[in-house]
């Protein structure tokens, strides 16, 4: 159902389920890294450079919540949660923290196989074909290549990430209102919660700034909008 082979990093700690995943995702030609648990989890990204994670919530150790957050701080491969908690809140924490799509067990191979392709496809469009670059400040947005920069500096922005800026550069530090940015970083929810937008905005805000780029500011209640000029 997608359109290339991928890397999948599989974290369960559940053989049989690690063993089913590896079933269906490999009839399709993926390949797939094992984790048993969340600190060999975060190793394997590491080492590995997976082009998506599929993430249980509840292991030994670090819990997927803790590993999502190592995840996400790590690179920016997209993340399906594949858990059993199926509880609204559970939900809404794990995309909070970072996961760009989450799936209650037990699922069919076709709803695992849809779900992957759709990640991916947003990850693809986002990144989305050569064109011309936008500026903000210090910050380079280079859609084509999925690139942004401060000056000389490679930000390492994770998919959803990447979306909300864009979102924001193109603005031309006007203020964009909340429900405007949630959908241009989340477009496949037709509904997405506002409340993923702070903990998202607030990495990417970090990341930005820390680079000496401009700064992403909060208009209480209404919006955000990017600086036209990098801080002093």
Partial sequence: MTQRALRILVVDDDPAMVGAITALVGTEGHQVITAYDGLTAVKRFREESPDLVLLDLA??????????????????APILVVSGESAEAAKVKALGIGADDYLVKPFGRAELLAR??????????????????????????????????VGDAELGLTPTEFRLLEALVRAGGSLVPHLQLARAGWPAETDPDLLWLKPHLARLRAKIEAAGGPAIIAVRGVGYRIAADSPA
Wanted: glycine fraction near 18%.
């Fill in 116 to 149: 992957i392709a759709a990640v991916m496809r947003r990850v693809d469009r986002s990144i989305g074909p050569a064109g011309h670059t936008l500026t903000a400040g210090s910050l380079t947005l280079d859609p084509g290549r999925h690139e942004a920069r």
């Fill in 59 to 76: 292991m030994p150790g670090p819990d997927g919540f803790t590993v999502a957050g190592q995840i996400r701080a790590a690179g920016g």
